[in-house]
Structures are given as structure tokens and as C-alpha cells.
């Protein structure tokens, strides 16, 4: 079985620009959760998606935005993108539930910012 | 408020050496789950074992077993007969059954396996 992909892996964008990324879950995995990595915050919870719904939001700015399609993958944006938004940013799928189902993480995206 | 505390940032051992990470978290919820997660350098963040809080039972995954202390809220990665592969950075985390669907995550602690 696939695992969970993020497209694209690398992106460049300027300050005040938007963005979008891309994840698709595991074949029959419902929920996607979305966090952020960075050297200083470590790894924070951006939300999580259950059949097209936000389920969960973690404390980020309305910047910062998702949805989820049918066929359970799902995208971020964010808009007016500032410096401090570089970062690699982690999809994660799971089954159903994000609190009983292991999640198993996508290879990023990594987002630099100029 | 939940939190995660790795209070290794990093750690060195020899190949084939045992070398145990430490976790401790806080919660006030009393079912949640715990995990450790490995995160080599530029790939993916993989799972290396899960523990339900219930269970008394340390979970072990073939060469990597937890030691958990619920009454602490201390849950420790050991690593038996290590590997250069193992080189990675090792996270913590933790996520409650009732509440916000997230994994509270540690600082994460860096290991290093020598030849």
C-alpha cells in the first residue's frame, strides 16, 4: 500500500505571496492532519480534516487555511506569507480517528520563504 | 496544559551499544496514547512504537522497547544492539482520546550511532 504523499517536496515563495500544498493520505485513511516543523517551535498542530470537515485547529493565524476533498486528500494554504513561515509542513493520515489510529506521516514539504 | 519534555537534545553511542531516550509529558487526561516517532536526516517521520496508557504492558518493537511510568508520566525509548541505520532524530508524543484529535510532540532528541 502507498504511503502517505505531499506534493510539491520544495518550494520557494516571497513575502506576501500564497501557497498551496498538496497531501494524499493512505489508500482507506479518512483523517489528515497537518502540522509544522520548524528549529524553534519544534513540530505544532496546524488542523485536521475527517470526511471534508475541520475537525481540530491548532493556535495559528486565519493565514493559514485547509480543506479536504472526497476523496479524502487534502490541501493548505497559506496566504500573505511572511518569513516566519518557512518550514517543513507534515501531512499525517490515519484511518478514522487521529486520537485512536496511528498516524503515519508524509515526507513534507518544505516551504522557504524570501 | 499538555506538554512534551525530551530533556536530551542530543546523544552518541557506538554501533551495537543500548542507548535509552527519555520523555517525560504532562496531562491531566488519563487515557491518552503514547508514541515515539524516528525521524532520520532529510526522510520521512516514521513510527517506531506505540503504547496505550491502559495498558501496564511495555510495548516493545523488535530491538526498541518503552519503559513506562504512568505515575511518573515518564516514557523512555530503549534501543537494544543499535544500528547505524537508527541515526536519526527521535520524537516523543502524546495525543488524548478525549479532546483535540493532535499529537503534543517533544523537542525531539538527535542520536547518533558511531561506527
Known amino acids: 500500500k502507498a504511503g502517505v504523499t505531499q506534493t510539491p517536496r520544495y518550494l520557494i515563495k516571497t513575502r506576501g505571496q500564497q501557497v498551496t500544498l498538496s497531501c494524499s493520505p493512505i489508500?482507506?485513511?479518512?483523517?489528515v492532519s497537518w502540522y509544522q516543523q520548524t528549529p524553534g517551535q519544534g513540530l505544532q498542530f496546524l488542523f485536521e480534516?475527517?470526511?471534508?470537515?475541520?475537525?481540530n485547529k491548532g493556535n495559528f493565524p486565519g493565514r493559514f487555511s485547509g480543506r479536504q476533498f472526497s476523496n479524502s486528500r487534502s490541501e493548505m494554504n497559506v496566504s500573505t506569507l511572511e518569513l516566519g513561515d518557512s518550514a517543513l509542513y507534515l501531512c499525517?493520515?490515519?484511518?478514522?480517528?487521529?486520537?485512536?489510529?496511528?498516524?503515519?506521516f508524509g515526507p513534507g514539504t518544505r516551504l522557504t520563504v524570501l | 496544559a499538555q506538554t512534551v519534555t525530551q530533556s536530551q537534545p542530543e546523544m552518541s553511542v557506538q554501533e551495537a551499544e543500548t542507548v535509552t531516550l527519555s520523555c517525560t509529558y504532562d496531562?491531566?487526561?488519563?487515557?491518552?496514547?503514547l508514541f515515539w516517532y524516528k525521524q532520520p536526516p532529510s526522510r520521512q517521520m516514521i513510527l517506531v512504537i506505540r503504547?496505550?496508557?491502559?495498558?501496564?504492558q511495555n510495548a516493545t518493537e523488535n530491538r526498541f522497547s518503552v519503559n513506562f511510568q504512568k505515575a511518573a508520566k515518564s516514557f523512555s525509548l530503549k534501543i537494544s544492539d543499535s544500528q547505524l541505520g537508527d541515526t536519526a532524530m527521535y520524537f516523543c508524543?502524546?495525543?488524548?482520546?478525549?479532546?483535540?484529535?493532535?499529537?503534543?510532540f517533544g523537542q525531539g532528541t538527535r542520536l547518533t550511532i558511531n561506527p
Open positions: 499525517a493520515s490515519s484511518i478514522v480517528s487521529a486520537r485512536t489510529d496511528t498516524q503515519y
Open positions: 489508500s482507506g485513511h479518512r483523517s
Open positions: 480534516y475527517f470526511s471534508e470537515t475541520q475537525r
Open positions: 496531562t491531566s487526561e488519563n487515557n491518552y496514547y
Open positions: 503504547q496505550e496508557a491502559y495498558k501496564q
Open positions: 508524543a502524546f495525543i488524548v482520546i478525549q479532546g483535540a484529535q493532535k499529537l503534543v
